[in-house]
């Protein structure tokens, strides 16, 4: 069995308002994840005294990190990362379309890594997508596209998790269905997935997607003390197998 999280940290900042790199840490060392994806996470910020989490977060878990920023203002720099203890290989990273109509849209961005489980290739994709529906259309229609999923080197057991902004009404989600399987209805278990906001979550807005050679065991948002506070998201958990 294998574990894959993802996890938006809201830079470290957790719903008391303390920023805190260790707590956010300490929650996803609790899980005890073989594989991490992040949001939202600031390197060389002067708002968050300048820490690079993404390496500082892999470095207290012992485990490899690779870090893409969406947005770089100078030497500051705001994205995701991806974390894993297994043997991997950076893939691609690479902007997602913006809506022209808005320009003081947040850049959006998204991060491939393959890794080797018991000696099989499994690609990773991890994302954080915008606020606007027509944005996230846009952004969701890419990666469902030549560039990420249907990318030649995409093949084989694949998970797409993060942060989506929509729910499982959405047309985002359903663009993205049509390349690969929602995790939590393949989930032999029916658990608690809400992952916000994180002292009451009442959205599913953090999402897993899977392709047929991956076998759902369980998804579940860990709804307790310490997550409720280290950030304004809950963590979602995936624990599977490959077919």
Known sequence: MARIVTYNVHRCVGADRRLDVGRIADVLARLNPDIVALQ???????????????????RRLDMACHFHAALRVEEEQYG???????????????PLPGYARIRSLEPR????????IDGRKVQIINTHL?????????????????????HPECKGPTILLGDFNATASSLVYRTLTTRLKPARGLAPHKSATSTFPSPLPVLRIDHVF??????VLDVFAPFEPLTRVASDHLPLV????LA
């Open 210 to 215: 899977v392709s047929p050679e991956v076998r």
């Open 109 to 116: 961005g998204a991060l491939w890594i393959c890794v080797e």
């Open 40 to 58: 939202e996470l600031d390197v060389g910020r002067a708002r968050t005294g300048g820490v690079d989490q993404a390496h500082e977060i892999g």
């Open 130 to 150: 915008g606020l606007v529906p027509r944005e996230q259309q846009l952004q969701a229609a890419c990666l469902a596209g030549q560039g990420w999923l249907k």
């Open 238 to 241: 995936m624990d599977f197998e």
């Open 80 to 94: 995701d990362a991806i974390l894993t203890t297994y043997p991997e290989t950076l893939m691609q990273v690479g």
